[in-house]
């Protein structure tokens, strides 16, 4: 009798399920278990109770036993029967009948890497990483460090890019690698994470924006080296603006391909060799012959028709030269059409049929370079990805290029702030593009003076636009009438949210330059701050007109208005006569930057002089003057 008959008969005797079960248990058709342990999350519980059939059956792949291992009952799950060929690596990979399942291959293997790096540091206290740099210093060998990179080939040779990327430098002294020194870095900015992202097909694009010397040329190198070997069918094309450039590329390529005392790229493709080169062209190939090279490299404004391709990736490097180009709109258009017309129709499908993937990899340094109109064509692509990373942590204020051999500080941007204008630091160090089309105060527009005219200037003025929320500039010139025009001698231009300092400062600019009149911006309690400026003004004895006055009209609007004027009566101090990042090196910087077309940008500075233009030519306003004390 069976179990369906057992339970029929119970059931005419009108029986419960719970009668019915314990009649099985008593009678011992059905024993009980406490489950005691996790081997089976999530399946079963810790601490869950079971029934079981102690009579066995007919056992099918994937059934959960219950089995007596010296007279202990384990809880376990068939993953082979009678029958099957079970091998079992010695980094515990599993295989079954001949099957191979990759994706839980790698699973087993960064499992096998975690397990290496977990017994490392309880034994030395630190990583595998400490521990090679420390046998190759005290030149020993350790079978750990052995085991590790059998682990990383295995992952190298089934297109993992982090230990791809590790691999290829295996002999390498560790002061002279380039990925490991940056790999935790890399790993942050989710620049590796984006690059298997390629290799899996999870992205079409890639668009990565670094600081100069950050090694974004030099990681696409190895990564360029490693698809050569993955895809040893297809070919790849790297496009830049320099023949230098590319020529240095090509090189860096063809040396980690090649250089067997260096690299350790024979030994992850042991069956791939360089068949021909060309240096001349900068392009060589890999295995057999196919129609194209497996790397090749060109410049901008090279006659490429029909002379090179790409299949797998089409790789863009730094397509604007410097800021001159970034300047002229005309020079953008042209690079535009260079990359659509030339570089992208230079793409084919691959051997697999998939479309050629691109990553492009620059300085930014215009909202309409090659990078900025790719992101707005594909603006919410989600197989588009852009990766952009300024010089610090605007959290912590930590550099994000600290490495750890041969990496950039805080204290190193600090100085190249010191050194450079606001607008190209933005560029280069901040990965803030400048909107350039559309500047209303551009750099050879603007007015400058060496020296001041001789005799006592008819006025002392000044106009003040007070800090807002966020990022907002308290932005205060100083200016000298003669005649017609505005010298502009002195200012207060800084972002502190300290309002005490804000005041001090004020004060300070308009005592030390004898300031006349100055007039502030009601707006945003701009009434507030001009009379706790007069009152640190009146303190030290110095008498100034100060008066507040509200802001009625569109702000875009009015710096429009204005910006003609400020052009032809405001004059700027020479450039020499300052530094980039003093007050009034910024304020000039914040004043060219501004543009009719952009948005989110910095207004204060343009702001502040529109109010000055409209006060200076009687502008539609009415002002309240705030009662100051009689100098008699």
């Given at each position: ?34 489950v ?10 810790d ?24 007279e ?30 990759n ?22 206290g ?15 060998e ?69 600081i ?17 070997g ?7 094309l ?25 690299y ?27 129609p ?13 028709a ?90 912590t ?43 209303l ?116 609007a009015?710096?429009?208005?204005c ?24 304020m ?15 207004d ?29």
């Amino acid at each position: 009798m069976n179990y369906g008959e057992i339970i029929n008969k119970l059931k005419k005797q009108g029986c419960s399920a719970l009668e019915i079960i314990n009649n099985f248990i008593c009678t011992g058709l059905l024993c009980r278990t406490t489950v005691n342990g996790r081997s089976m999350n999530p399946t079963i519980q810790d601490g869950e109770r079971l029934l079981y059939n102690p009579f066995v059956g007919k056992i099918n792949h994937g059934d959960i036993c219950i089995v007596n291992v010296n007279e202990k009952l384990l809880i376990k799950r068939v993953i082979a029967i009678g029958g099957d060929h079970l091998t079992i690596s010695i980094y515990g990979s599993v295989a079954i009948n001949g099957e191979k399942d990759n994706e839980y291959g790698l699973q087993l293997t960064k499992r096998a890497k975690e397990l290496i790096e977990d017994f490392c540091t309880a034994k030395t206290g630190g990583t595998i990483w400490d521990l090679e740099k420390y046998a190759f210093a005290n030149k020993t060998e350790y079978e750990l460090i052995n085991w590790f990179y059998d682990i990383l080939l295995i992952e190298a040779q089934h297109k993992v890019v982090d230990s791809g990327f590790r691999y290829l430098e295996k002999k390498r002294e560790p002061k002279e690698r380039f990925y490991m020194p940056r790999r935790k870095q890399f790993l942050k900015m989710g620049l590796i994470e984006a690059l298997q992202g390629m290799i899996d097909d999870k992205y079409d694009i890639l668009c990565v924006s670094l600081i100069p010397g950050a090694g974004k040329t030099t990681i696409e190198k190895m990564f360029n080296a490693l698809v050569a070997g993955w895809f040893p069918n297809d070919f790849c094309l790297f496009y830049s603006h320099s023949g230098d450039i590319t020529r240095m590329y090509y090189d860096g390529v063809y040396d980690i391909v090649t250089n067997a005392d260096e690299y350790a790229w024979n030994e992850i493709f042991p069956s791939l060799t360089v068949t021909s080169t060309n240096a001349k062209l900068e392009q060589f190939n890999i295995g057999k012959y196919k129609p194209f090279p497996s790397v090749q490299c060109t410049s901008v404004g090279s006659k490429n028709a029909g002379k090179v391709r790409a299949s797998k990736f089409l790789l863009v490097d730094d397509m604007i030269g410097g800021i001159e180009e970034a300047l002229n709109p005309m020079v953008l258009d042209k690079l535009w059409d260079k990359y659509a017309v030339d570089a992208r129709q230079r793409k084919i499908q691959d051997t697999d049929g998939h479309n050629c993937k691109e990553i492009h990899i620059a300085t930014r340094w215009s909202v309409h370079d090659v990078i900025g109109r790719i992101q707005n064509m594909y603006a919410g692509n989600k197989r588009v990805k852009t990766i952009a990373v300024p010089d610090v942590d605007p959290v912590t204020g930590e550099s994000n290029f600290d490495y750890e051999y041969s990496g950039f500080t805080k204290e190193f941007f600090a100085d190249q702030q010191l050194l450079m204008d606001e607008i190209s630091y933005r560029c280069l160090y901040k990965q803030e593009p400048i909107e350039r089309e559309g500047l209303l105060f551009p750099d050879d527009k603007i007015r400058r003076y060496l020296n001041l005219p001789h005799g006592e200037p008819e006025i002392v003025t000044a106009q003040c636009d007070t800090k807002g929320k966020g990022t907002d500039y308290f932005v205060l010139p100083v200016l000298q009438k003669h005649g017609e025009d505005y010298y502009c001698i002195d200012c207060v231009c800084d972002n502190t949210a300290d309002y005490e300092e804000q005041y001090r400062n004020a004060a300070g600019v308009l005592v030390n330059n004898k300031v006349q009149e100055c007039e502030f911006e009601r707006n945003a309690g701009g009434d507030r701050v001009a009379m706790e400026v007069n009152k640190r003004v009146e303190s030290v004895g110095w008498i100034c007109n100060i008066t507040d006055t509200p802001t009625e009209t569109n702000k875009e609007a009015r710096i429009f208005q204005c910006s003609n004027w400020i052009l032809q009566h405001i004059i700027f101090k020479d450039a020499s006569l300052y530094k980039p990042n003093e007050p009034y090196g910024v304020m000039v910087s914040l004043l060219k930057q501004y543009s009719v077309s952009g948005k989110k940008q910095l207004d204060d500075v343009p702001d502040v002089f529109s109010n000055f233009a409209l006060r200076m030519t009687k502008g539609n306003r009415i002002k309240q003057t705030v009662i100051i004390s009689s100098p008699i």
